[in-house]
């Protein structure tokens, strides 16, 4: 179908607490939503880029400076059949995966709206709940993170992941583990450690840990590979893994065992899916990964975690963890430690028209010139 129209839009939206990790704290929330026009219907996409570069180089207004640049004037006015045409068309670009994929998976849903299918299907999913578990930030005490974790856990998520980074590591995460002696625990470091740090990261093998979560720098394998080989917790990748290329270099070398999925890290459905597939070659489980994403960016998440090799609880959990109001009608509510997957045509979820008009910091309606 032809691409008549991009419309990106910049809404602001605050958490209900602030997030921490070890590369800084969000609560303030600039969104942007990427909706595509074409064939009599549109489809829309949530950039999961961050306002800070601390998780990636990309950042809100990066990936909106590359979308309005060079991605539109490659795609306006031409017609696609398939993702991976449109993704072609996007092939000299380099990196800025989050807002290529923001456009691709923008694609995919205009796409399963015209067929009126639920993303689900087009991807090759399977009509399944969704386990989800929850990420909890660095809070300012032990006692805190106890009880928020024991909180959740009552709630039925189904795996509590907790943020740690040099100094809120051993203590805390055996303070959880006393708690809730039976509980599916993992922790994300977001590359706060280096491999001589390893001895401390030995120490966390105790606690019997799903995943230690990309405990080293974001760009590499290697000392994840070396690490690996010293510990008997699995390390699971996440900033390292930026394409399919990268899953099989990962798990051929051992930097890790398990992958964290985030379709837009990755540059969108079709690379999601292949790092699942090669993932699935090697025998590793892969789990959807969160970027506190609105309504948009969680529904299309849900519908990713489909995939048969989807197998560990993901970082999807209730969207009113984050928001107070989100910006979809339907609620992303997780009942017993799993989401549905909304079941209408696209994504399934539809945008609160006059709340987004209200929290719109920007809007930019790209057409053929
Ligand atoms: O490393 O998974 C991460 C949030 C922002 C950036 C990176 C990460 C995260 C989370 C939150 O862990 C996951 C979520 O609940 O959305
Ligand atoms: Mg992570």
Redesign the pocket.
């Known amino acids: 179908m032809r691409i008549e129209r991009i419309e990106l839009r910049e809404v602001a939206l605050s958490l209900k607490f602030p997030?921490r990790?070890s590369?800084g704290v969000?609560q303030h929330r600039r969104v942007v939503l990427v909706t595509l026009h074409g064939g009599g219907g549109e489809g829309i996409a949530e950039c999961?880029a961050?306002e800070f570069p601390?998780?990636s180089y990309e950042t809100v207004d990066t990936a909106w400076s590359v979308i309005e640049q060079y991605i539109a004037p490659l795609v306006l006015d031409r017609s696609f059949a398939t993702a991976a045409e449109l993704l072609h068309e996007l092939r000299y670009i380099r990196g800025h995966n989050m807002a290529v994929a923001a456009v691709e998976m923008a694609f995919w849903d205009l796409q399963a709206r015209l067929l009126g299918v639920p993303l689900w299907q087009l991807l090759g999913g399977r009509e399944r709940d969704i386990p989800v578990g929850?990420?909890l930030?660095i809070q300012d005490s032990i006692e805190e993170t106890v009880e928020l974790a024991v909180m959740n856990a009552e709630l039925g998520y189904r795996r509590v992941?907790l943020?740690i980074a040099p100094g809120w590591d051993v203590e805390m995460v055996g303070a959880v583990r006393a708690a809730l002696p039976d509980m599916d625990l993992s922790v994300?470091a977001?590359s706060a450690y280096r491999l001589n740090d390893a001895p401390r990261l030995q120490e966390l093998d105790q606690f019997g840990l799903a995943y230690i979560?990309?405990p080293l720098a974001y760009d590499d394998l290697i000392d994840h590979a070396e690490l690996q080989s010293q510990l008997s917790t699995a390390i699971c990748l996440?900033?390292s893994i930026h394409s399919a290329e990268d899953a099989r270099k990962g798990l051929a070398i051992g930097a890790g065992r398990v992958i964290?999925v985030?379709t837009g890290r990755v540059r969108g459905y079709l690379a999601a899916r292949m790092v699942h597939d090669v993932a699935k070659t090697f025998g590793a489980p892969v789990w959807c990964?969160?970027?506190?994403?609105s309504g948009v960016g969680?529904a299309h998440?849900l519908h990713v975690s489909t995939l048969d090799n989807f197998t560990l609880p993901g970082?999807?959990?209730s969207s009113s963890?984050?928001w107070h109001e989100d910006i979809v009608e339907e609620p992303l509510e997780a009942v017993n430690g799993v989401q549905q997957v909304p079941s209408g045509a696209g994504i399934g979820v539809t945008l609160k028209r006059d709340m987004v008009e209200r929290i719109t910091q920007r809007v930019q309606v790209l057409k053929p010139d």
């Open positions: 997030f990790t590369f969000e999961v961050g601390g998780y929850i990420s930030g992941k943020k994300d977001n979560e990309q996440d900033e964290n985030k990964g969160g970027m506190l994403e969680r998440n970082d999807t959990s963890r984050y």
